[in-house]
Every structure is written in C-alpha cells, then in structure tokens.
C-alpha cells in the first residue's frame, strides 16, 4: 500500500525493543505512531482489570505486538481491502492493521472476538483511535458467510481448523495472512490433508522461527 513501509529485515528482536526502535523500523508517521502510543495505554490500563495479554508480553509491546502486527501491512492489497481478523483478543493484528488503514484512508476492518471483555477493550480503542473498524462477541462460526479481501489471525487456532474458520469468508480473490511460530510446518502437513490451497512464506521480522503464511485459493478436498 503506498502509504506504508516495507520493513527492514534482519533484525534480532530482544525485550529491550523501544518504541523508538519501532518508529526508526517502519518509519511511520507520527499520526500513526500517536496511534500506537495511544493503544499501548490503553492496553495498560485495562491490563490491570481483565487479562488481556501477559505481563511479560505486555513489557515487550513494541517489539512482540506492534513490530509484529505491522510487518503484516505490507502484505495488505492496494486499494481498500476488507479485512477480517479472527481471534482478535487485545487486537493483534487487527487494530494495527485499521491503524495502517487509517493512514491509507481507505479499508476497514472487522475483528472477532468472542470473549465480551475483550470485545469492550477493542470498541474502546476503535473509538479512542478514531479507527475504520469494528468488533464483535460473536464466535466465528457464527457469524454469517461473507467474502473479504484479506482473513488475518494470529495465535487463534492450529491451521488446519483455522482455514475451517476462515473458509466462510472466502471469496475467489481472498487472501490469508496468518501469523504462525515453529509449528508452522507441522500445521502445514496436517491441513494439506484436508485444504488445498496455493502458499507463499514469510520470514517473520520478529520471531526467527515464526513465519507469515500468505493462502490463496483455498478449497476443501472432501
């Protein structure tokens, strides 16, 4: 997307990764890096009451969420893509992705989560960031069948039962980008048991053994 930066690679990501670090890797504006800013104070915050991500993953929000999350955009199509992230919990990486849409000016995004607090914390930063997105309770499964552009996860499922998740919003041009760690290869054989699916990989930016998996035509074989 043309308001977006590709990021640098090779980068060995340790818990002191600053938000300077973040700013300086992606080179983002500094409406987009307010956005951030804004987000991790609020995650803070509502951290304190309800458990939406780990104290230790919580320190390294720079590097392990927001690093993370954004190195996803630059996969993202031109244009104005409908993306919808499943498993959204404190929004990695769907707010980062309405961040980036955002800036673009065009997009939006639909995030799933079925646990309601966490939901109540994703309408929070939605409003507070003025973001082109939106969040729901309801489980995936339940929610009715309608094509995206771009379905996006990460940590929400194994593969093989996240592309069951995901298929519902499966058009002829979608596009998956899920965020996965060392088992990646493990999940890959046990889904091309049941899918089959065109696949580009990734390097993580963040994780030496993570990977970003980019599915394309997806079908079920049975």
């Known amino acids: 997307m043309s308001a977006m930066r590709s990021l640098n690679s090779g980068r060995v990501l340790n818990d002191s990764y600053s ?3 973040f700013s300086l890797e992606t080179d983002v ?31 390294d929000y720079w590097g392990r969420h927001a690093l993370d999350s954004w190195q996803v955009v630059e996969h993202l199509p031109e244009g104005a893509p409908r993306i919808i992230d499943l498993g959204s919990g ?4 769907g707010i980062a992705l309405a961040i980036a849409l955002k800036a673009s000016g065009a997009g939006s995004v639909q ?24 969040a ?22 194994p593969l093989p039962r996240l592309l069951t ?8 041009q979608t596009k998956g980008l899920f965020l996965k760690g060392e088992s990646a290869e493990e999940e890959l054989t046990e889904a091309r048991k049941y899918w089959t699916f065109q696949l ?23």
């Open 19 to 21: 938000s300077e670090d």
């Open 29 to 59: 504006s500094r409406e987009t890096f307010e956005c951030f800013l804004q987000w991790e104070v609020l995650l803070k915050r509502w951290n304190a009451k309800i458990n939406l991500v780990s104290k230790a993953a919580l320190a």
């Open 90 to 93: 404190a929004g990695f990486p």
């Open 111 to 134: 995030l799933v989560e079925s646990a309601g607090k966490k939901t109540n914390f994703l309408r929070t930063v939605i409003r507070a960031l003025d973001l082109p997105a939106s």
């Open 136 to 157: 729901t309770s309801e489980r995936a499964e339940a929610l009715p069948s309608e094509d995206y552009d771009i379905v996006t996860a990460r940590a929400f499922a």
């Open 165 to 172: 998740y995901a298929q519902p919003f499966w058009g002829k």
């Open 200 to 222: 580009e990989t990734y390097a993580s930016r963040t994780n030496p053994e993570g990977v970003i998996l980019e599915v394309t035509d997806l079908s079920p074989k049975f």
